[in-house]
């Protein structure tokens, strides 16, 4: 926002004004990738934080000497954005994952349906050299795609082959439920999973598989040891 003689920012918003949904990040090297429901995927600059000067929740943006952030004490800049190429699939970024078990690691994002099974996981290669997506002939193409079979996923991953699924209030009480599956297996294995939960992160460490429930009041972030499918 601005222009080039006195520069400023905004909030981040969709191209009708609204706010951005943000349905999932992931942070590598030095760029934080953000799915865009109908968007695609956004990619802020992670080498180019800015502090603020002020500490104003109702102000946003550079004026003079004053740099304010709604209160917060950084601003991260947009680098670029992934949209969908005209005439490909209408896919959507419900969400976002990292799979660093694979070569080169990928990002995996999914769809989310409320009350079919149809909902997408698609993958996409990262350039091991820039940290982006990796393009040929100037488009980012997806290498690996699947139904999940599954409603409500609010997060999936990859991890070693292996496909994880976190649906939400698929059983009385509004609990969820944490799928493991991998391509060709006839039926998926089923994990107890909590109220609200959201995308995954593995942890490959301690062999750990994290959700974030979304849920006021039942904010919880939980991690459970991975098993494979």
Same mark, same amino acid.
């Given at each position: 926002?601005?222009?080039?003689?006195?520069?400023?920012?905004?909030?981040?918003?969709?191209?009708?004004?609204?706010?951005?949904?943000?349905?999932?990040?992931?942070?590598?090297?030095?760029?934080?990738?953000?799915?865009?429901?109908?968007?695609?995927?956004?990619?802020?600059?992670?080498?180019?934080?800015?502090?603020?000067?002020?500490?104003?929740?109702?102000?946003?943006?550079?004026?003079?000497?004053?740099?304010?952030?709604?209160?917060?004490?950084?601003?991260?800049?947009?680098?670029?954005?992934?949209?969908?190429?005209?005439?490909?699939?209408?896919?959507?970024?419900?969400?976002?994952?990292?799979?660093?078990?694979?070569?080169?690691?990928?990002?995996?994002?999914?769809?989310?349906?409320?009350?079919?099974?149809?909902?997408?996981?698609?993958?996409?290669?990262?350039?091991?050299?820039?940290?982006?997506?990796?393009?040929?002939?100037?488009?980012?193409?997806?290498?690996?795609?699947?139904?999940?079979?599954?409603?409500?996923?609010?997060?999936?991953? =990859?991890?070693?082959?292996?496909?994880?699924?976190?649906?939400?209030?698929?059983?009385?009480?509004?609990?969820?439920?944490?799928?493991?599956? =991998?391509?060709?297996?006839?039926?998926?294995?089923?994990?107890?999973?909590?109220?609200?939960?959201?995308?995954?992160?593995?942890?490959?460490?301690?062999?750990?598989?994290?959700?974030?429930?979304?849920?006021?009041?039942?904010?919880?972030?939980?991690?459970?040891?991975? =098993?494979?499918?």
């Amino acid at each position: 926002q601005g222009s080039v003689a006195a520069p400023s920012f905004g909030p981040v918003a969709t191209g009708s004004g609204g706010a951005l949904h943000a349905g999932g990040i992931v942070w590598w090297e030095d760029y934080l990738y953000v799915a865009d429901t109908t968007g695609g995927l956004r990619v802020f600059d992670l080498s180019n934080v800015m502090a603020a000067t002020h500490f104003d929740n109702d102000r946003i943006g550079v004026s003079g000497a004053r740099f304010d952030a709604r209160g917060y004490g950084y601003a991260v800049p947009e680098l670029m954005r992934y949209t969908r190429a005209a005439g490909s699939c209408a896919v959507r970024f419900s969400f976002v994952a990292l799979d660093r078990s694979s070569s080169p690691p990928a990002l995996v994002t999914g769809e989310y349906q409320s009350d079919n099974v149809n909902g997408r996981v698609v993958v996409w290669d990262l350039d091991a050299s820039t940290g982006l997506l990796e393009v040929r002939e100037g488009i980012a193409r997806s290498t690996a795609a699947y139904v999940g079979g599954q409603t409500r996923m609010q997060g999936a991953i =990859r991890y070693e082959g292996n496909i994880y699924i976190s649906s939400s209030s698929q059983i009385t009480g509004g609990l969820g439920r944490l799928y493991r599956t =991998r391509p060709g297996l006839d039926e998926s294995r089923i994990t107890a999973w909590v109220y609200g939960a959201e995308d995954l992160y593995i942890d490959r460490e301690r062999d750990i598989i994290w959700t974030a429930a979304e849920h006021p009041g039942d904010r919880d972030v939980v991690g459970i040891p991975i =098993r494979v499918p």
